[in-house]
C-alpha cells in the first residue's frame, strides 16, 4: 500500500509561486509512478502533470507546460509541484496520486492524498 500528503497550498497573488509536496510512505513507494490532479467547485477533476517512479520521465498537460515543473527525490520519498506565474484558473484542490502506469487517467491511480488548496487571486 501506499499512503500520500500534501502540503504547501496557500494563497497567492496571480504571477506568483508555490511549490507543493507530495510525502509518500510504503515498501515500493519508489516504484510508483506519481502524478498531480487538481479539482475546482463546477469541474472534473484534470490532470496537471506526471513524473516517474525510478525514471527522470515527465508529462505536463498544455496549460502547465512552460510554468510547473514537477520533480522527485526518492531519498526523502517525496514529490514536488514547483507552479510559477500562477493565474486564477488555477485555482483548485490539488491532489497526488500514486500508479504502476504511466497514465494520465485518475480512474488508473490507485492511491490518493488528502488534497491541498490553492487560492490564486486577481
Known amino acids: 500500500q501506499v499512503h500520500l500528503v500534501e502540503s504547501g497550498g496557500g494563497l497567492v497573488q496571480a504571477g506568483g509561486s508555490l511549490r507543493l509536496s507530495c510525502i509518500l510512505s510504503?515498501?515500493?513507494?519508489?516504484?510508483?509512478?506519481v502524478g498531480w490532479f487538481r479539482q475546482s467547485p463546477g469541474k472534473e477533476r484534470e490532470f496537471v502533470a506526471l513524473?516517474?517512479?525510478?525514471?527522470?520521465?515527465?508529462y505536463y498537460e498544455t496549460f502547465a507546460r512552460g510554468r510547473f515543473t514537477v520533480s522527485r527525490d526518492n531519498a526523502k520519498n517525496a514529490v514536488y509541484l514547483q507552479m510559477n506565474s500562477l493565474k486564477t484558473d488555477d485555482t483548485g484542490v490539488y491532489s497526488c496520486?500514486?500508479?504502476?502506469?504511466?497514465?494520465?487517467?485518475?480512474?488508473?491511480?490507485?492511491?490518493w492524498g488528502q488534497g491541498t488548496q490553492v487560492t490564486v487571486s486577481s
Open positions: 496520486a500514486a500508479t504502476k502506469l504511466w497514465t494520465v487517467y485518475a480512474k488508473d491511480y490507485d492511491y
Open positions: 510504503g515498501r515500493d513507494a519508489n516504484t510508483y509512478a
Open positions: 513524473r516517474s517512479g525510478k525514471s527522470e520521465d515527465t
